[in-house]
């Protein structure tokens, strides 16, 4: 019970962190196209596909699905699944015209470079971080060391 209590929490986090950016992406884009409102269906759809991708992020990245996958396989697995759960979302709800091809494919090619550029970002961040705490670490095993001898 603590481990699915500790799972919804996780999930609740990034589905309001991914929901957060995708309303201020959605903003963004909005106010460059010189829209200045959004229907609150919109904002809707938004909510659910956060939470879609929180879940998905939440059985992909934890131990809840595979506990030996490699970090390449879950990442390639979720921006695969992700892609199809915005498609259909972009279809459902008439985000894009069906009529043209075109369109999608520009979306998909947004997608991959969106995909490529976070992941890249991630990547960079947790390597800085990781070398940061590995560098707290290592000096509070030396100060450790000092006070044993």
């Known amino acids: 019970m603590k481990r699915f209590l500790s ?8 589905a309001a962190l991914s929901y957060a950016s995708s309303c201020c992406v959605i903003v963004a884009a909005f106010w460059l196209m010189g829209i200045e409102s959004i229907a609150i269906p919109m904002l ?18 934890t131990p809840v699905l595979f506990k030996s996958m490699r970090y390449t396989g879950r990442l390639a697995l979720f921006l695969t699944l992700f892609f199809l759960i915005v498609a259909a979302f972009a279809m459902l709800c008439g985000w894009l015209p069906e009529q043209k091809p075109g369109y999608w494919l520009t979306f998909g090619v ?13 990547e960079f961040y ?14 509070y095993r030396k100060r450790q060391n000092k006070e044993v001898k």
């Open 110 to 122: 947004i997608y991959l470079a969106v995909s490529i550029i976070l992941t890249l970002g991630y």
């Open 126 to 139: 947790f390597r800085i971080s990781g070398n940061y705490y590995d560098g707290l670490l290592n000096e």
């Open 7 to 14: 799972l919804v929490v996780e999930w609740k986090t990034y």
């Open 44 to 61: 809707f759809q938004l909510l659910l596909l956060s939470a879609a991708a929180a879940l998905l992020r939440c059985a992909l990245f």
